[in-house]
């Protein structure tokens, strides 16, 4: 008679992380034949992915994503588009971004601004990023000026002054 395994309140809790490993262990298993088969080269693009934290100056925490999570087509003639790691300062009256784009000429940078929003694009033969911000505030877009050095950019923009409100007034 084959023995039977007992369960308790630790298997119950912890039973599912079990059929998790195991498929994980599968998608590795595949992942691997696909290399050794050729399939799968060293020419392959990183996988990136990440968090970054900061605290606002209203105290409150900002969690940002950032890399190319999903895995690009290997077929694909085309580098995947990546979402650079960035960082937004906030002064009294300044906003200034700081991104990461490693590896990528300064000519191939693309940076437009608008009033709360900033949008940065690199389309090289070899790279691509793009990110799509929405600033903390209002800022004078004519203002801006733009940085590459040593694969980080840094966008410098002057806030915009408080928008006056239109308030009706009653004629007597």
């Keep these: 008679m084959p023995k039977r395994k ?11 992380f079990d059929d998790e490993f195991a498929e994980l262990r599968e998608r590795m298993d595949r992942i691997l034949e696909r ?22 100056p209203d105290g409150a925490p900002t969690i940002q994503q950032f890399g190319n999570a999903v895995p ?20 009294k009256d300044k906003v200034t971004v700081i991104m990461e784009l490693p590896g990528v000429d300064k000519e191939d940078i693309k940076v437009m601004a608008e009033d709360r929003d900033l949008d940065v694009e ?9 990110k799509h911000l929405d600033l903390p505030c209002g800022v004078l877009p004519d203002s801006a000026k733009a940085n590459y050095k040593n694969g980080v950019l840094e966008v410098v923009m ?7 409100k239109r308030k009706a007034v009653k004629v007597e």
């Design 158 to 164: 002057r806030r915009a002054g408080p928008k006056r």
């Design 6 to 16: 007992r369960m308790d309140g630790w298997d119950g809790a912890f039973g599912p």
């Design 35 to 56: 290399m050794l088969s050729g399939e799968l080269t060293e020419a392959t693009d990183p996988l990136t992915y990440g968090f970054s934290m900061r605290v606002g």
């Design 72 to 91: 690009p087509q290997l077929a694909e003639p085309e580098p995947p588009t990546r979402e650079p790691l960035t960082d937004i300062r906030e002064d």
């Design 122 to 130: 690199v389309d090289s033969p070899d790279k691509r990023f793009s």
